[in-house]
């Protein structure tokens, strides 16, 4: 995440072309509105132990959505969800497999060892199927990646038709940071494994997964949440491969037992991916995997408020703002608690987005700005991608995405990074907003984790919108303060356990000139002439947005 694309900043756009004049002084009139008690109250009030870890479908989701849609009117703004009203209601299936019924054997040389759930491996449930269960060979394809624009595929020589691949998480460390985020999804590696005429997956764990996601937590949080698709209007499964008729995820003991007398030992393979070195091979043995799934339909709502622009030519065009405002639940006990409070993931981003909508309600730029407050997140983006899919305004309407997913104030901050603006005219329009906080733009520091793909502007972006999603860097403004190790440790020890609560270190005067920023961003896009686009030749332009 390096290029930079460096354009006018907005506001001297909007006063050289002179069509309507630009705020006085924008900032200073949002630092009247814009309060850090009032952040740190939306905060607290989402993440109360009442709110039970707000889970899509449950109670406390639902009242945390109503908590929105109160703002939002008291705020001044126009519903804009369905019928007039503040909701857009998502269908969802709701799944789970029946640990009774999940079965992983393997079959070798004429001998058959069955493996216990939960110690050997894991499963999920199936999206439609009651019922599946599939035997068949497998092959190691090491990530399941085919990207041969960059010199690279697991899958050159190697037959797959009608077996199991086994791979591992993430993507090779060879591909630039964007390409890596798109081939690392499950989506697209489903995607290329059928074209192959694959019939399941295998999960192996990386060292990555292994240092963050040790075995022990896999384990325990096995089978507690269930899986979830949103529903199209025609009734199907979003994402669903008919085609994957299994899967499981092994741990590292087991996938050394199934590689040992394969061509390449486990260990081998997994210090191939390391070196982005293919070494696809079949195993020789086969694998039978089953289970039954209990299915259940519910829907769950994203809240969706209109600050209605105040150019007449503009007002039609939309900023989109986003937030998840589902977490995760009640889930494995830490310490003796069990809620999943999600503080900063994300009733944090929440509150920021509620305040921009305070902020811009108070003076409406020229274009208009949504804001959306999606939900099942944390089930796998689902909220936003089903708005993304069914907007409650025209889709060419929206002009850009400026998401936010559990943005850390754990120290005074220096700098900000923004996800994905480098590969629109958004960068510069970011870098500049920023800069009237005292924020530095700051380049992806960490790649590895995919980020740009693992949140809600994905949904956006796979539509052909130009995203930015926004978090605090690694500086401070604390010579004597190392953001990078108490950012690792939040992402390794609080990320995701029910820790993540009030109990967590808050410098609420970053989140206030972060907020500030964050309205900053929305009123440049909104008040220039031109709206953002992608960059020339960019990835993710070409993909998904026609240019
Ligand atoms: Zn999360």
């Known amino acids: 995440m390096m290029r930079k694309t460096v354009i006018l900043a907005a506001a ?44 899509a479908g449950q109670p406390g989701y639902d009242a945390a959505a109503q908590y929105v849609a109160d703002r939002f009117e008291e705020f001044g703004l126009e519903p804009g969800g369905e019928d007039g009203g503040w909701y857009q209601q998502v269908p969802l299936v709701s799944y789970r497999a029946d640990e009774n019924s999940i079965t992983m054997v393997a079959h070798r040389d004429g001998q058959d060892k069955a493996f216990e759930y939960k110690e050997d491996f894991t499963m999920g449930g199936d999206k439609v199927r009651e019922s599946t ?68 997956f295998v999960g192996l764990v990386s060292k990555r997964a292994e240092e963050y996601f040790p ?28 085609e994957l008729e299994g899967g499981a995820y092994i741990n590292v003991d087991v996938a050394r037992e199934l590689f040992a007398g394969t ?60 937030a998840h405002l589902d977490h995760n639940g009640f889930g494995p006990e830490v310490d003796g608690d069990r809620i999943y409070n999600g503080a900063y993931d994300n009733a944090m981003g929440v509150s920021l987005m509620l305040e921009a909508a305070r902020a811009f309600a108070a003076n409406p730029p020229r274009r208009s700005v949504l804001l959306v407050a999606v939900t099942a997140e944390e089930r796998g983006l689902l909220g936003s991608d089903y708005f993304a899919h069914y907007p409650t305004v025209p889709t060419e309407s929206m002009v850009a995405n400026v998401n936010l997913d559990m943005p850390l104030f754990l120290y005074p901050l220096a700098d900000i990074i923004a996800f994905g603006s480098q590969h629109s005219s958004l960068e510069g329009v970011v870098r500049e907003a920023i ?94 002439d031109e709206r953002p686009s992608w960059n020339e030749g960019d990835f993710f332009g070409e993909k998904f947005g026609g240019n």
Not at 305 to 310: E, K, L, N, Q
Not at 459 to 476: D, E, I, K, M, N
């Open 12 to 55: 001297f756009a909007v006063a050289a072309c002179g069509k309507s004049p630009a705020p006085e002084t924008p900032e200073a009139e949002v630092k009247g509105v814009i309060t850090s008690e009032a952040l740190e109250g939306h905060v607290a009030w989402l993440a109360d132990d009442a709110r039970e870890g707000r889970m």
């Open 133 to 200: 269960h599939v035997r068949a060979e497998v092959v190691y394809v090491g990530f399941g990646v085919h990207a041969p624009e960059h010199g690279y595929s697991d899958y050159d020589g190697i037959d797959v038709e009608g077996k199991l691949v086994a791979a591992f998480g993430n993507a090779p460390g060879i591909l630039p940071t964007t390409e890596r985020a798109y081939y690392s999804s499950g989506r697209t590696k489903s995607q290329e494994a059928i074209k192959r005429g694959a019939v399941g």
């Open 215 to 242: 075995w022990e937590r896999v384990k325990a949080n096995a089978g507690v949440r269930p899986g979830m698709a949103w529903i199209s209007i025609t009734g199907e499964a979003a994402d669903y491969f008919p």
């Open 263 to 322: 061509p390449i030992s486990f260990d081998e393979a997994r210090a191939a991916t390391e070196e982005s070195r293919p070494a696809s091979t079949p195993l020789g043995f086969e694998l039978t995997l089953a289970r039954n799934t209990s299915i259940e339909q519910i829907t769950s709502p994203n809240v969706v408020g209109i600050v209605r622009g105040t150019d007449p030519e503009l007002a039609d065009e939309y900023v989109v703002y986003s």
């Open 435 to 528: 800069a009237t906080e005292d924020f530095e733009l700051t380049p992806d520091p960490m790649p590895e984790e995919n980020i740009f793909r693992r949140s809600d502007q994905y949904s956006f972006v796979r539509r052909g919108v130009p995203a930015v999603f926004l978090v605090p860097g690694y500086t401070s403004s604390d010579p004597d303060i190392d953001g990078e190790s108490i950012v690792k440790d939040h992402r390794k020890n609080h990320y995701h356990r029910p820790s993540d609560d009030m109990t967590r270190t808050f410098d609420w005067d970053s989140a206030l000139r972060f907020a500030r920023a964050n309205v900053q961003i929305g009123r440049s896009i909104a008040d220039t």
